[in-house]
């Protein structure tokens, strides 16, 4: 028998995934087609999908497991709200590569029994449904990591974090989209297509988690896992007006993912939630550290989730001290991330337990550089045999960050130890720029009024463009240095506030491109969300979301959602 060509491994993907939507039921509604549809597909489910399907998947993740755990919803009823969404989620932005319905409602019937029989819940998710990016291993299921050579890889046993989420009382029943190679800032691979921004058609929804950042824009879930090395959950967070975590690496386990370059450890990717609310974080974070994952996974810290007020106030102190940057010194931010972050400060220095701090970047442009290098120190063969071991065509951001990359080089094993030691070298530099902030020592010799977070753009404007998302700059910066940033949603973009800067002169070429794709057309962004992103030093990912909280509570004008 010959060997099936890329185009007809992809057309079995998608009939399979196609027919795991046909088999939801009750069936889901058809939607007209895709030129009726306006740009902005957010509230298109609301009108094919019946009152109390729309309100359970409206609500947050922590009012969910209370009226689970309470009874005022069934395990049964809020799944099939949720696989329905999500298969209309699937029709308006192409992020799902396959339901679960069977085994999702068998689950659920199981949750409700036990509810009925023990009178409690049976953990802290108990009846929650939750989608997962495809990567993350699912005992039985396919594990293609976005190439169609891996197409028929499966994993014989469920990770370890799903494991944990399945013992609080989780049920899984979606699977989303990401990209060909998995590195890069947009979700476009040759198996499934392109996923979209359903705030915006014409633009990215973020990636490699974006799947999963278009499914929870559009309510097809409340709470979803993704992974992050170079900005992965915080960009499809950003881009669909989403709360995301990039918690600190070896807090929450990655044993059963699937990617190249497995073993590498120059640059540590993590797995972390994306959520429609913030306390959605913290009911992921808090419930797979309670499961004590380091008792499996040894390289994890045994560090419990520390949310009592004497941590807090310990690591904050009296006074909240945000240092902001405006721009990282390599590519100006577009008009409307430096709008948002305007309207942040504004209202935090009203606030009198806020101290604001000017931050000057330290180097960023030298932190890519470094990370770059050690991004592919085989030279990207994994990912070059992978892509073409099907014959599958190069995605244009595939290209661009192996190809037209002019770091990208295979490194003996001196230049690796070399570019680590630089790695080291530069996390002990911007640690000092850190500690410099301080304004004094206790008697102990702690270092006392330093900043406690810094507020900061998740990218160089709000989602770009199918095929445009090329500066990680944003991101990459706290991925090399290990440093836990939590996003969340400001604004929306308005071409009335928001307006080309005509006399700007770019500083570079990285400049001159973000600046191009702003200047060529800012009504190609008409409502796209617009986020920032608050990064504390490694270890304090509570802390981050705490301050989150603190930064949250004013009302911000023109919100997401």
């Given at each position: 028998?010959?060997?099936?060509?890329?185009?007809?491994?992809?057309?079995?993907?998608?009939?399979?995934?196609?027919?795991?939507?046909?088999?939801?039921?009750?069936?889901?509604?058809?939607?007209?087609?895709?030129?009726?549809?306006?740009?902005?597909?957010?509230?298109?489910?609301?009108?094919?999908?019946?009152?109390?399907?729309?309100?359970?998947?409206?609500?947050?993740?922590?009012?969910?497991?209370?009226?689970?755990?309470?009874?005022?919803?069934?395990?049964?009823?809020?799944?099939?709200?949720?696989?329905?969404?999500?298969?209309?989620?699937?029709?308006?932005?192409?992020?799902?590569?396959?339901?679960?319905?069977?085994?999702?409602?068998?689950?659920?019937?199981?949750?409700?029994?036990?509810?009925?029989?023990?009178?409690?819940?049976?953990?802290?998710?108990?009846?929650?449904?939750?989608?997962?990016?495809?990567?993350?291993?699912?005992?039985?299921?396919?594990?293609?990591?976005?190439?169609?050579?891996?197409?028929?890889?499966?994993?014989?046993?469920?990770?370890?974090?799903?494991?944990?989420?399945?013992?609080?009382?989780?049920?899984?029943?979606?699977?989303?989209?990401?990209?060909?190679?998995?590195?890069?800032?947009?979700?476009?691979?040759?198996?499934?297509?392109?996923?979209?921004?359903?705030?915006?058609?014409?633009?990215?929804?973020?990636?490699?988690?974006?799947?999963?950042?278009?499914?929870?824009?559009?309510?097809?879930?409340?709470?979803?896992?993704?992974?992050?090395?170079?900005?992965?959950?915080?960009?499809?967070?950003?881009?669909?007006?989403?709360?995301?975590?990039?918690?600190?690496?070896?807090?929450?386990?990655?044993?059963?993912?699937?990617?190249?370059?497995?073993?590498?450890?120059?640059?540590?990717?993590?797995?972390?939630?994306?959520?429609?609310?913030?306390?959605?974080?913290?009911?992921?974070?808090?419930?797979?550290?309670?499961?004590?994952?380091?008792?499996h996974e040894p390289s994890l810290v045994?560090?419990?989730?520390?949310?009592?007020?004497?941590?807090?106030?310990?690591?904050?102190?009296?006074?909240?001290?945000?240092?902001?940057?405006?721009?990282?010194?390599?590519?100006?931010?577009?008009?409307p991330v430096l709008r948002a972050l305007?309207?942040?400060?504004?209202?935090?220095?009203?606030?009198?337990?806020?101290?604001?701090?000017?931050?000057?970047?330290?180097?960023?442009?030298?932190?890519?550089?470094?990370?770059?290098?050690?991004?592919?120190?085989?030279?990207?063969?994994?990912?070059?045999?992978?892509?073409?071991?099907?014959?599958?065509?190069?995605?244009?951001?595939?290209?661009?960050?192996?190809?037209?990359?002019?770091?990208?080089?295979?490194?003996?094993?001196?230049?690796?130890?070399?570019?680590?030691?630089?790695?080291?070298?530069?996390?002990?530099?911007?640690?000092?720029?850190?500690?410099?902030?301080?304004?004094?020592?206790?008697?102990?010799?702690?270092?006392?009024?330093?900043?406690?977070?810094?507020?900061?753009?998740?990218?160089?404007?709000?989602?770009?463009?199918?095929?445009?998302?090329?500066?990680?700059?944003?991101?990459?910066?706290?991925?090399?240095?290990?440093?836990?940033?939590?996003?969340?949603?400001?604004?929306?973009?308005?071409?009335?506030?928001?307006?080309?800067?005509?006399?700007?002169?770019?500083?570079?070429?990285?400049?001159?491109?973000?600046?191009?794709?702003?200047?060529?057309?800012?009504?190609?962004?008409?409502?796209?969300?617009?986020?920032?992103?608050?990064?504390?030093?490694?270890?304090?990912?509570?802390?981050?979301?705490?301050?989150?909280?603190?930064?949250?509570?004013?009302?911000?004008?023109?919100?997401?959602?």
């Open positions: 028998m010959s060997k099936p060509t890329w185009q007809e491994i992809a057309k079995v993907a998608q009939n399979h995934r196609d027919d795991t939507i046909r088999r939801v039921e009750p069936p889901i509604p058809e939607i007209p087609g895709p030129h009726l549809l306006p740009l902005d597909r957010t509230d298109v489910p609301k009108y094919l999908l019946p009152t109390e399907e729309i309100v359970i998947t409206q609500t947050a993740p922590e009012d969910l497991v209370a009226s689970l755990a309470s009874g005022r919803y069934t395990s049964t009823a809020v799944t099939i709200a949720f696989l329905r969404r999500a298969g209309l989620a699937q029709a308006l932005a192409n992020c799902i590569t396959e339901l679960l319905p069977e085994r999702a409602i068998a689950r659920a019937k199981f949750l409700d029994e036990y509810l009925s029989k023990h009178g409690k819940p049976i953990g802290p998710l108990h009846g929650l449904p939750i989608s997962v990016k495809e990567h993350l291993g699912m005992k039985g299921l396919g594990l293609n990591a976005g190439f169609v050579s891996w197409w028929d890889h499966k994993r014989e046993d469920d990770a370890l974090v799903l494991k944990i989420l399945w013992s609080a009382g989780c049920v899984f029943y979606a699977r989303t989209t990401q990209p060909q190679t998995l590195m890069h800032l947009e979700t476009s691979n040759n198996l499934y297509g392109v996923t979209v921004n359903p705030f915006n058609t014409q633009l990215t929804s973020g990636g490699s988690s974006g799947g999963e950042g278009a499914l929870i824009a559009l309510r097809g879930s409340c709470l979803g896992l993704g992974t992050d090395i170079g900005g992965s959950i915080r960009s499809p967070s950003a881009n669909c007006g989403l709360y995301g975590l990039r918690p600190s690496s070896y807090r929450i386990p990655c044993g059963g993912m699937s990617a190249t370059m497995g073993g590498q450890e120059q640059i540590v990717p993590v797995l972390g939630p994306l959520s429609t609310s913030l306390d959605g974080v913290k009911l992921f974070m808090k419930t797979v550290i309670n499961g004590k994952p380091w008792l045994p560090i419990p989730w520390r949310d009592q007020e004497s941590y807090l106030k310990k690591a904050s102190g009296n006074k909240l001290k945000v240092g902001v940057i405006w721009h990282d010194g390599v590519v100006k931010p577009h008009p305007q309207e942040v400060v504004d209202k935090l220095k009203d606030m009198s337990s806020v101290e604001i701090v000017e931050w000057k970047p330290y180097k960023h442009d030298e932190a890519w550089t470094i990370i770059s290098n050690l991004y592919f120190c085989d030279g990207g063969q994994e990912e070059i045999e992978a892509i073409e071991a099907s014959g599958e065509p190069w995605r244009p951001l595939s290209k661009f960050i192996l190809k037209e990359n002019p770091i990208v080089k295979k490194l003996t094993v001196e230049e690796i130890w070399r570019w680590t030691m630089k790695r080291e070298g530069y996390k002990t530099e911007y640690a000092k720029v850190w500690n410099d902030t301080a304004t004094g020592t206790s008697g102990a010799g702690e270092l006392e009024g330093m900043v406690d977070v810094i507020l900061c753009p998740v990218g160089p404007g709000a989602a770009p463009p199918l095929d445009c998302a090329r500066y990680w700059g944003y991101t990459t910066q706290w991925n090399l240095l290990d440093y836990p940033a939590l996003v969340f949603p400001v604004t929306k973009v308005d071409s009335t506030k928001d307006v080309v800067e005509q006399d700007y002169r770019p500083m570079n070429e990285k400049d001159e491109y973000n600046h191009q794709l702003w200047k060529s057309g800012p009504e190609k962004y008409k409502g796209a969300p617009v986020s920032l992103q608050l990064v504390g030093r490694r270890y304090e990912d509570e802390k981050v979301r705490r301050v989150t909280l603190s930064v949250y509570r004013y009302p911000v004008a023109n919100g997401v959602r």
